[in-house]
């Protein structure tokens, strides 16, 4: 049989075959390909032979005809370029998939276009119906400033409407007085809230800072919630999705129990269309006695056993805040801002776990096999963890087979890469990040401070492991989404260092090579979650995750491969996904 380009009621029968095993009984050999192995030479073949779910073989056309059946597939890519299944190493994708599903929320990019969402919701919803929205980081508004009191009172004045960025909220003046808070409210007792007021006339901005924003007693916002089906269509919606822009596995930093029902069922139904690695989501500020507990919870879980499509292998906690709301713990202080809402010039953010607790939960997940990771955005956290990690490796056991991890480590310092080098510790970073936010942090903390911002070539250099992810939480669709997960965006950025709305590039020093980029996404993350056996490159023996893209990564102009279109995406040796023709 020959075919490029196969029809799509292909992929339909294909996704359906993924519970029942693989489609073809007969090999499936892909020729005249620019095939981009990834491997430890990062050679390129012109062939690929595929039996069942794996590769067999990897090499030029003539090896891979060689004695091969004559009722084998013969697929003619025709000189496309070939890459390994993109893997996403950080995402949130049960919460992401049922974000929109009562209504579509548009893109906002300036205080106007959250206006107008409101405005919209205020005609749609009956009067007195709470509008809320969230996580519209106000650092990604052009103004980067929060809608007034009066905007919000002018865009809904019958509604009370909340718009939540991270800790922070903006309100209007009905949900002020519905909740009963005036200029003299104080803010809740053992947080650090804060009312802003006008310094002129005391009178309430309608800003609320922190723990304040829990004075709103929010309502009914009329929106309708998804069942559990619901739920699993849902998901299952996004991982087709995924698949769209090449990515065949992700790893969920912080899944539940409710959240790894949802995988399981699109496993048993065979619609499970990425390979999943599971982190099980602890509150690290419980009791040390119940955080332990929950840790031996998951090391007890039946998906603690290897499979390729859905394994529970890690533990992830929160160590600081975040940098898009000026709460992630630095070395040094943050400086005073009107847009994060700073105006203590000693304030260095927020950090969650105390060292000696931190050491004590690391050490007993490691113990279990468990791979441990916390959310650690500033350089403040980051080098917390990472000397925890140090003290473990030299006072308890060896940690480097155990690949310990710091999820996001924007802000980094020499002498963390060197311990995380030293002992094995890799990193989760979200490319992206640097493209979205970068101008609003060379505002805030100056070029100099921003050194080892994101600092792929010297993670690279002291021999890091490093890998590319999108830490995807809102919306289908990979460039409208928050975060965006086009892994191809994410490529570009560490190829690029250039921030939108920014003429020049960001600490350009630290650009790889698009080799380097590559492997981000491919076999970096592979070694991320133990499985650079299985995956994250294209040679015999491993699983046959690959993509078929439009142009040549390698060779396209730069500004073109943030541009790139996946034609087919392949897993296990069957489609999961075609491009329209």
């Known amino acids: 049989m020959n075919r490029f380009l196969f029809p799509a009621f292909f992929v ?29 030479d990062f050679s390129i073949a012109e062939a690929l032979l595929i039996d069942g779910e794996r590769i067999v073989k990897v090499g030029t056309n003539e090896a891979i005809e060689e004695n091969l059946p004559a009722d084998a597939t013969r697929i003619d890519l025709k000189g496309a ?57 106000i650092t990604r508004l052009r103004e980067q400033r929060f809608p007034t009191r009066t905007e919000l009172d002018e865009a809904a004045p019958k509604h009370p409407v909340f718009f939540r960025t991270g800790p922070d909220a903006a309100v209007n003046s009905l949900a002020l007085s519905l909740s009963g808070v005036t200029r003299e409210t104080a803010p809740p007792e053992g947080g650090t809230g804060r009312l802003e007021k006008d310094p002129n006339t005391g009178e309430l901005t309608g800003i609320l800072r922190g723990s304040a924003t829990r004075l709103i007693k929010r309502g009914d916002t009329g929106t309708k919630k998804p069942d559990e089906k619901g739920r699993v269509d849902a998901l299952g919606e996004l991982l087709a999705d995924y698949n769209k822009v090449g990515i065949t596995s992700i790893s969920d930093r912080g899944a539940g129990e409710s959240n790894i029902g949802l995988y399981t069922a699109l496993r048993d139904s065979g619609r499970l269309t990425c390979r999943v690695y599971l982190y099980y989501g602890v509150n690290a500020q419980a009791p040390i006695e119940k955080v332990l507990e929950n840790i031996d919870k998951a090391a007890a879980h039946p998906l603690h056993a290897y499979n390729s499509k859905l394994w529970l292998r890690g533990i992830k906690i929160f160590l600081d805040g ?22 203590d010039p000693n304030y260095r953010g927020m950090v969650y776990v105390e060292p000696e607790k931190l050491h004590e939960m690391a050490r007993h997940a490691l113990s279990k096999g468990l791979q441990f990771t916390a959310h650690s955005v500033g350089d403040g956290a980051v080098e917390r ?41 890799v990193a989760d970073l979200q490319p992206a990040w640097l493209y979205l936010d970068g101008r609003t942090l060379l505002k805030q903390f100056g070029n100099e401070r921003l050194e080892y911002f994101q600092p792929y070539k010297t ?3 002291k021999g890091v492991v490093a890998g590319g992810g999108s830490d995807h939480m809102q919306k289908i669709g990979s460039l409208r989404s928050v975060n965006p997960y086009n892994p191809f965006l994410g490529i570009w950025t560490t190829l690029a260092r250039h921030p939108r709305w920014m003429g020049d590039s960001l600490r350009p020093e630290q650009i790889i090579e698009r080799a380097d980029a590559i492997r981000l996404y ?16 294209l040679e015999a023996g491993k699983l046959a995750d690959f993509i078929v893209l439009d142009r040549d990564i390698l060779t396209c102009p730069l500004d073109e491969v943030r541009e790139i279109t996946v034609r087919e995406t392949w897993l296990g040796g069957q489609p999961v996904y075609q491009a329209a023709e």
């Open 522 to 537: 491919t076999i970096n993350n592979a070694w991320l979650t133990f499985e650079e056996k299985e995956k994250g490159s």
């Open 322 to 343: 975040g940098m898009l709301t000026g709460s992630a713990y630095m070395k040094r202080p943050w400086g005073v801002s009107e847009a994060y809402g700073i105006d």
């Open 12 to 40: 339909l029968f294909a996704v359906l075959a993924l519970a029942a095993g693989p489609l073809y009984a007969a090999p499936t050999a892909l020729l005249n390909g620019h095939i981009v192995t990834v491997d430890g």
């Open 81 to 137: 370029t070939v890459l390994p299944g993109l893997i996403d190493s950080h995402v949130h994708s049960t919460g992401a998939a049922v974000y929109e599903y009562d209504h579509v929320i548009p893109e906002m990019e300036t205080v106007e276009d959250v206006l107008a969402y409101i405005r919209g919701r205020a005609e749609l919803v009956p009067p007195g119906t709470w509008i809320n929205l969230s996580q519209v980081f």
């Open 459 to 461: 993670l690279r250099d």
């Open 385 to 425: 963890l990472v000397d925890v990690y140090a003290k473990i490796g030299t006072e308890d056991f060896p940690v480097n087979e155990l690949r310990p991890c710091v999820t996001h480590c924007n802000f980094m310092s020499a002498g963390a890469i060197e311990k995380m080098a030293a002992h094995g510790i």
